[in-house]
DNA sequence: CCTCCCAGGTTTTGCGTTAAACCTTGAAGC
DNA sequence: GCTTCAAGGTTTAACGCAAAACCTGGGAGG
């Protein structure tokens, strides 16, 4: 027999769909106490499972989630084996599902198609994680859905936000650095565009050296992308850099590549070379030697994400603009220059 | 204005709802050339987007496939930190939005309670990834969808299943350790239960020793989770396993620990001890030294988990068993003994 | 000339659910 | 004894879409 619908429920109860529905959506003034007995065991024994289809249909809103991650370049997969993404879902999917939302995962390339698909389903809000062109930021405006835009810095009243204080951790890494008595520390990090999150990250990194007098020197910049292989890549540069003692990296996948690299190149980590990372992502437990970085908490931010659109979606009011603390963490691949 | 319907082309363009329907959803014959064309000038200006809670109420279909992937133990989290699922589900995504449809992803905790939230939205099949109670097998024979385990050894005509020959390629693994001279090899693992992944692979890893002559001792069996931290702390017992001079992990990510735990042991890998992993994850490159591992493909798997589902709902018949082959990746944890 | 068919539509109906308006009965208030 | 009200319902309509049945006005076949 076919999935049973309200109506069998209120056949086998002897009342009407109506007053099955308010019971199931706990309008329990609207019914006995002895009606609503009658009608959950109808539920019960019927199996009655709702139809969130026609539900959705009929309140226009679905309890769910949009959450939009980048694709992979080369080919149109999500980006979910970089783990900062997957860490942040753990987190965002979480959040959502203890206030009652359902997470729908989208990624988006380079048109509006995957983001078009996704505004099929009447989601209730959006959740988007990465960098786009402004031809998606302008599609976003147009669906005029609640929308929280994590590690961005487009500012722009349609959007709520959430990150951290990029510049400030930057700093706090590079001086952390400088503590260790490395005067000349290279910057590994992806590509720069204008006014991201990388930026202000070269913006706190410069401000901690140029604030300890050591000057900030643009050829100590090295720019590719945020994957392990340009990491790996970077360590060849890096060593050609003579002089320099340290790197700080802007993503632990970006430092986990340059360990690697530097070991191929047969250089001790941290007796040659330091090499602090950014993200305290599982990996940076897991490379040799355990990556010092910096800890953004990424579950616990996406876990704030998650609760951020539940609130706003409560017509809880919520911040236009959410921080997270950042904190070093302390592990095996920086080392305190002149004491070997 | 809300969002625009089909009636609401349907009077811009000057035809019935129907035959709107009929342009938009390809059925061309049933309309002249000129009138295509302006109601898909009107589709354009008016910026339709179809409604898929009522296509889904009518159709009694979504377009979308629920896939299943385990909670983390402690928290209710997704195991998306789990490289290996997060790969995985970048496959499955790809090939179905390749064809068509979307993904919903759902993890699953001790109950059936996520489950039956996931089947409040009409989904068109299942993909399952890891390994549950009977209770959840059952409820998903209630459902009546096309399923599709992965990794799964039961062995019901309800379900589809796809997998690797996990008693091959562990025999092969254990072979290729053989062949570099190790005849003392531990085998790391995650938890045994019956009639599962592990236990298939414990039976070649059993074959190849037992045909190569050299026996096989249950002491050598290290079970535990399938976590780094579980491989981290695996390494002590295998240091205390005098004799030992190699490891055969089920999953990179223990392999990864037990490299770490080696590490903090003052071991020197390949040196004192080899390592093999599997899986192929990409942190399978990242750990110090690059894992030499049985490779089984994960993102092609996934891929080929969404093309067979995809198939299966076009009624295209597939086959009830499927299997993709495993190769012997060649990294820098394993050494040939005997030879410094 | 009549029949039949076919291209190109239209009308009707119903999917499962809920908001809104409506009905009924009995008891309380005056 | 009449009105008012509340508790506990019921009825109706609508959400957006598509399957199925139904029109209509030629033209071809006989």
Known sequence: MARATIKDIALAANVSPMTVSNVINGRRAKASDETVERIM?????????????????????????????????NQNQLLLDNPFYAEMISGIESALRANGYYMMLSGVGEGNAQLDTLSHWNMDALIVLGVYREALYQRLRELALPTLLIDSYIDDPSFYRLGVDDEAAAYQATRYLIGKCHADIALVTGVIRTDG?????????????????????????LSGSVTFDWGAKA?????????ATAAFCTADLIAAGLL????RLGRRIPEDYSVMGFDNLSISRMVYPALTTVDQSILGKGQLAGRLISAILNKTDAPRDSFVDVAIVERDSVGQRGTR
């Open 260 to 263: 690697a690299g530097l070991h």
């Open 197 to 221: 999150v990388i930026e202000r990250r070269v913006d706190g990194y410069k401000r901690a050296l140029i604030e300890a007098g050591i000057g900030f020197d643009p050829s100590r910049i």
């Open 235 to 243: 360590a060849e540069q890096l060593v050609a850099l003579r002089g």
């Open 41 to 73: 065991a109808a539920v019960k024994t019927l199996g009655y499972r709702p139809n969130m289809s026609a539900r959705s249909l009929v309140s226009n809103a679905s309890r769910m989630v949009g959450v939009i991650i980048p694709f992979t370049e």
